[in-house]
């Protein structure tokens, strides 16, 4: 069982900064890659991007890059998302998820944080 808790969401104006910590326990903590995904209101869930656990390679999606950042900390067990020139349209509750790797062709990801809201003022 993995647990995973986000932090680090709160209110900004458009253009600022923020960094979400996802710091995960649990003994059996061994990802393939690490994720983060969005969801806003009355909107479906939406892939950020996700990094690999052991070689650090990254995926984004076009909507967020060049703006966000993914990095790990191996021995915390712990994901970062650095989010900067923050918009309006970023305004979700921003989760991450654990993925333990492809299945069948799609990615799978078991585990998930509950959630910590982002809201991005004009």
């Known amino acids: 069982q993995v647990q995973l808790v986000e932090s680090g969401g709160g209110l900004v104006q458009a253009g600022d900064s923020l960094r979400l910590s996802c710091a995960a326990s649990g003994r059996t903590f061994s990802p393939d890659a690490m994720g983060w995904f969005r969801q806003a209101p009355e909107k479906e869930r939406e892939f950020v991007g996700r990094?690999?656990?052991?070689?650090?390679?990254?995926v984004y999606a076009s909507s967020v890059k060049g703006r966000f950042t993914i990095s790990r900390d191996n021995a915390k067990n712990t994901v970062y998302l650095q989010m900067n020139s923050l918009k309006p349209e970023d305004t979700a509750v921003y989760y991450c998820?654990?993925?333990?790797?492809?299945?069948?062709?799609?990615?799978?990801?078991?585990?998930w944080g509950q959630g910590t809201q982002v809201t991005v003022s004009s």
């Open positions: 990094i690999s656990w052991s070689s650090g390679s990254l």
């Open positions: 998820a654990y993925s333990p790797g492809i299945v069948a062709g799609t990615r799978r990801y078991d585990y």
